[in-house]
């Protein structure tokens, strides 16, 4: 029996996602979850960030299966990538495997996943371990924590989790599991920080159910409601409230139509069939009729309420005066500026515009406060603690909170930081591991290429073209701008005027000297521009030679 | 007399920013604050935005005055771009005057501006206008409200404000003097809404001291404290605590230190000479005895506290393990990430990081809440209303706040909407006038290369260069690619030869059109990228006639 587990975080911690986590006992692991991150203006044009697979490739411990705790985008999104590097089984609750089938319709594998279904307290072996998924609560349905007996001791992975008292599914936290399994002693607590700044307990979502309530209740004209696509309670009690009420529903995006559809198959969302209507249909009757449910709440180009703010005439629901609209949402850190934008177009059709600062009520968070946070560090008496999910300060946080509470061995590790743990529940550094982020743009882009984007964002590009004959310059320098100033006749005549100047001021020896002639021409391009604007382009100057 | 003022924003309503607004009776008018906005990554490389100031250069009533309300730069940041295009007296208190001095250092009108400075309670004329500073609070010292009689009746301009009841400078909000003035009746109340959606009070900077000085009293290494470098009240604050707790003060970053310089020279902060020492001073003391005051408190690239947070070497000051930094201010919004990043890199190096999540009373805000802005409109008891200062939401939101205190005529324009009114205070649309936005990037960028950046951001820029002989093309096409893909052997190469066989693909008839040519050059060039890396690039195709 191998007497020490090592603890390899491939992403999530250090940032809010790209979750995957590596547990290892001697040469034979494990993977909990697979997730991407969604780029900043850091990363232009990027779709999606997956972590740096290399490490389970290469490294010594190659996995012998995925294990997901929820159907989350940051936990699941990047199962595809994976698939392509290594053929790993895939365990997961049926909503989140669902979601990958969704996502690998958008790839070729080339052959069939392996696919293995979990389901609460059905304990089953991964590699060296054995696993048992734990019921919680959390923004999606069919979410689990992970109780994961290793040859040396007991991990507790809290997956994402919250503690919500009236789960809108009637699907508890499972408090009494969790405290059986604790009672045979857990070494080791690895728990969800995104939350861990924020003081006191999140919330239920049946508090949600009643403002919503009361939103439509007031509501003259059509109400649409904005939510993050995923979140299938809050579609459920839409759907409830809209019945109550005697609206029809209409699912207006890609994202929230196909949530919808796979939670109906997975038996996760209840509706009668006459209440969901196509927009087309829902945009000719009465306003008073209609529960529009909306995607893209971030203000996302080309989302489906990006476009209805735009007043895209292709849309059949348009806001018109009268109308309410409900960001039941947050806004994500970063995107404060188009959910700004997305206000002012709606408010502007007319629409009263509700979201979370002026009525708090209309959200609740699906991760843990500091004091559900507690609750669960109490409730499992771990020997060990390491926070995960979160940025550093997070992580810094929540370890603080579990030395509160007496938890005797608590470390913070970031990406790629292993960690040792022996039986006694007491942790050794393991050394630094491969890790690091891949940018997907369409295929992987690597960082030379995005430093490049950052820069031509910042200042545009400049191309100088230079005949050459022979041994010396061939004609006219031709110039072409992009993203530098808008277009002014003459001014790229002029710019190649003064490129073809500093190449004749060049001494006779010189001019013979192609790369000197090119780097001339290149350096006189940034010069005419930054003269003439007051800023400096990229500047690329390529020579041709004639007759080749 | 006229009896009809018009009120025409420039700037400010619809953004938080470049606030601007002429008032204007008959042919004759003035303007009110002439300020930047900050650009987002809509507009990437852009160093600032100002209103475009056609309708004031061109429109029937140019400005016989500008006259600032107080010293920030979304009030006065645009005065230099505005004194190019017109001539015209700057009237402002002290400190406002002082920075926009500062700020003209770095630009050259050729001539001398004409510089005029206010003092609350003491009334000047302008144009037709007669006009009264107001003290208000608010983050900055020095600053003012106006009072504007205009030839048909009372207008109160709140400027931007806050009411605290202690201000660390001692000078109060001047409610007296507004009462009087309201007696007498006040046509019009023009009020600041950048707060607008935030309940109950801003609270006082004296609280803030408190806050800072605990944290300063439980420090055992040095504090950094990173601030708004216009907060001289914060920095009095410091002053103080730095003297109390027998600590130097050091003033790290250009923006702090200009801020400092002109307060004193103004007589608007208080200090021992010897208190302040430079960064190479300070660094040498003992860690307890530092007290820093850094700039750059959003995660800004090149800023003092980035800086330091990157370990610069070339920078004396060094955060150290058991040092605490503190952020004094709040994120704007859209800044969260680079602000995370921060946090981060200064936890990394040992550091305490105490922020507005952790800790919410190192910061308060210098707007007034819902409390202070329903408090101003009934000192004022206007017969009209308009919001002004904030986005279309917060305008909305203030709109409800002056009609639940009943207001009779209340308002709600934006941007280029003129509004009229009467002596007896009902309002009248006055139609559209020119307005929009000029993207300074050294000069001024137009929206076409904006439009460009932003492509060039998302998928890079790919060029192929042709050349062209007689009357066919002449040679191997030459590829060169930027931001579209990390360098990989011989890629521009295959790019190149794929180019060249579509166009020998093309039949010879076409072969001889050389916009044909470039045209199916510039497909083929985004059409390899794309089967090869699933992202098509923005690219030129570049045609070079041989022997010109």
Redesign the interface.
């Known amino acids: 029996m191998t007497s020490r587990l090592r603890i390899v975080p491939l992403g999530g911690l250090?940032e809010i996602g790209m979750n995957c986590l590596a547990l290892e006992a001697g040469s034979r692991s494990i993977l909990v979850d697979c997730g991407v991150l969604f780029p900043?203006?850091?990363a232009?044009?990027v779709d999606v960030i997956h972590p740096d697979f290399t490490y389970l490739v290469q490294g010594p411990a190659r996995p012998e299966a995925l294990i997901l705790t929820h159907g989350h985008e940051d936990h699941i999104g990047a199962v595809p990538y994976l698939l392509r590097q290594i053929d790993v089984p895939v365990y997961g609750p049926p909503l989140a495997l669902a979601l990958v089938r969704e996502r690998l319709k958008e790839h070729d594998l080339g052959r069939e996943p392996r696919f293995v279904e979990t389901r609460p307290r059905v304990r089953f072996d991964a590699g060296p371990f054995s696993v048992e998924p734990i019921r919680v609560t959390h923004s999606m349905p069919d979410s689990t924590a992970l109780c994961i007996d290793t040859p040396s001791c007991r991990v507790l992975h809290s997956g994402d989790f919250k503690i919500d008292r009236s789960p809108v599914d009637g699907q508890r936290f499972d408090e009494g599991r969790i405290r059986q399994l604790a009672a045979e002693g857990i070494a080791l607590l690895l728990s969800d920080s995104t939350n861990a700044?924020?003081a006191g307990e999140s919330g239920s979502e049946l508090d949600v159910r009643d403002v919503l309530g009361r939103l439509i209740d007031g509501a003259q004209g059509a109400v649409f409601v904005a939510l993050f696509s995923s979140n299938v309670h809050r579609l459920q009690i839409l759907f409830d409230l809209a019945a109550e009420h005697g609206r029809k529903v209409t699912l207006v995006g890609r994202s929230v139509q196909t949530h919808e559809r796979v939670a109906l198959a997975a038996g996760l969302l209840r509706r009668r069939s006459d209440l969901v209507v196509e927009p087309e249909v829902a945009a000719g009757l009465p306003r008073r009729s209609i529960l529009a449910v909306v995607s893209g709440t971030q203000g996302e180009p080309g989302s489906a309420l990006t476009r209805i703010a735009a007043a895209d005439p292709s849309r059949p629901m348009r806001v018109v005066h009268g109308d309410t609209v409900i960001f039941s949402n947050r806004v994500i850190?970063?995107?404060?500026?188009p959910v700004?934008r997305l206000?002012?177009a709606l408010?502007?059709l007319g629409a009263r515009?509700v979201h979370r600062?002026?009525e708090p009520g209309v959200h609740v968070s699906g991760h843990a406060h500091q004091t559900e946070q507690r609750a669960l560090i109490e409730m499992c008496r771990p020997r060990a603690f390491v926070p995960i999910h979160g940025?550093?300060?997070f992580l810094?946080?929540h370890a603080e909170l579990a030395r509160s509470v007496g938890v005797a061995n608590v470390r913070l590790i970031e990406d790629g930081e292993a960690l040792e743990l022996d039986a006694t529940g007491s942790l050794e550094t393991g050394g630094l591991v491969p890790h690091g982020r891949v940018h997907i743009?369409?295929?992987a882009?690597?960082?030379?290429?995005?430093r490049?984007?950052?820069?031509?964002?910042?200042?545009?590009?400049a191309?100088v073209?230079l005949?050459w004959?022979g041994r010396a310059p061939?004609?006219?320098p031709?110039v072409?701008?992009?993203?530098?100033?808008?277009?002014a006749p003459g001014f790229e005549e002029r710019a190649g005027r003064a490129v073809a100047e500093a190449i004749e001021e060049m001494p006779e020896v010189r001019r013979t000297d192609r790369e000197d002639v090119r780097e001339t021409a290149r350096l006189a391009l940034r010069r005419f521009v930054?003269n003439?604007?007051?800023?400096t382009p990229?500047a690329?100057a390529?020579v041709?030679?004639?007759?080749?």
């Open positions: 250090g900043d203006d850091e232009p044009g700044e924020v850190p970063g995107n404060d500026r700004q206000f002012t408010a502007r515009v600062s002026i940025p550093r300060l810094e946080r743009d369409g295929s882009i690597g960082p030379a290429a995005l490049e984007r950052l820069v031509l964002a910042d200042v545009g590009v191309v073209v005949p004959r061939g004609g006219r031709l072409t701008f992009r993203g530098v100033t808008d277009p930054r003439q604007l007051g800023r990229m690329i390529i041709v030679e004639e007759g080749r």
